[in-house]
């Protein structure tokens, strides 16, 4: 067997990084809004494939950076990947490689869910360790200590995480504190394992109970997802899955605040309002009229919203992937609020480019104080990762003139057509290509 294939193609990812986003603010957003399915349910589904020997399809899938990023790792991987609209057919028969390489994972961490299917169905892995990301130094220990619970030999060989294994073999797992990522490794990886898995303090985030039941519907035995204790009973082999990804909650919230933002009008379609957890109420607190129909939201913004504190948690917790548009929200209600980040403690590199906009924060540890303003005005700005930019798209939305955003790959990474969907609601939007 070889380890591993090589070729990593960045040109598409410079050729993005020539794209900016240029939006002249002011207009009121009406209409209807497809949700597309969600980035972090796909991924984890995505890299279970390799968990079986067949040809896998998935419904919903969103046409995004990280989607074609994670099927370039399954290709090294040597899976045939064929996108058709928004469905991927993933075919695992000829996987036998090993190794996902530095180029592909550093730009995109969750390339690392590998980790739990390789060595559960291959009995070896190697997947380079992620690194910091720009908000942060990100561990994975969690994913390490859990695979060595299971039975495998981890080790850390220059730069990258080596794993191997006889065979897993189940065992009880408890996380510090509740992780998606280490959660769904795990849980993929304890599916193959031969025994009963207890994983305890799990993440009961939507996309995990969404990755158990694609898993069980290729044959594992999870019980207990969306609650704080999951089971695996460990089968011997798994069979190739069929299922239909969850609407994006995070993409469905920054919509809900590009409503209430701009004083607009949107009807969210394929959405789901049970899995936005804590984040309707914050928003309702602060004054917002929000309607949950069963797979529709519908969002009324009228004038400003009050200011009110908000700290990030786990799932239902208000989610640290809408901080930064929380807080470009809270950059034009009325009164301080204090955004305080639980989750990532120094995921604030919104804050200086809201700034450029006008915006009134000071951030003090992992607590954000922010002074409402009365406007914003348009600046060009620098995106800096993923939601980070969507804060910025949704703050230059209402800021006086013209705000430019340069590195929109970063927003590619997370946003299907962020610019055409905001455009058909009526924002002055577009995308150009950026002088380098
Ligand atoms: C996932 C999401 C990301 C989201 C985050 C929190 C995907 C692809 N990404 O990231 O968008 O912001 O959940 O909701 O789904 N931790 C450790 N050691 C570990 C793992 C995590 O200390 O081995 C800590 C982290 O530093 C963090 C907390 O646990 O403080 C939660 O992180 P985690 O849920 O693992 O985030 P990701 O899975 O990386």
Redesign the pocket.
Known sequence: MELSRSGTDTTETRALGMDKIVIRGGNKLEGMVRISGSK?AA?PIMAATLLSSGESIIENVPDLKDVSTMAHVLRILGAQVRPEDNRLTIDTRACRYWEAPYELVRTM??SVYVLGPLIARLGRARVSLPGGCAWGP??????LRGLTRLGADVRIEHGYIVAESQGLRGAEIVFE?P????TANLMMAATLAKGKTVMRNV?L?P?ITALAEYLNGMGARITGQGSPVIEVEGVSELRAGKGVVIPDRIEAGTYIIAGLVTGGHLHLENCSASHMGGMIDQLVEAGATIRAGESSIEVQGSGRLRSVDMTTA?FPGF???MQAQYMALMSLASGTSVITDE??HDRFTHVPELRRLGADIEVEGNRATVRAVDHLSGAPVMASDLRASAALVLAGLVAERQTEILRVYHIDRGYERIEVKLRLLGADIERVRAEM
């Open positions: 972090n991924l961490r969750a990100r561990p994975v220990d969690f994913h504190v992780s998606v990522g280490a993440a985030e996309e786990p989610p640290t992937d989750v990532f």
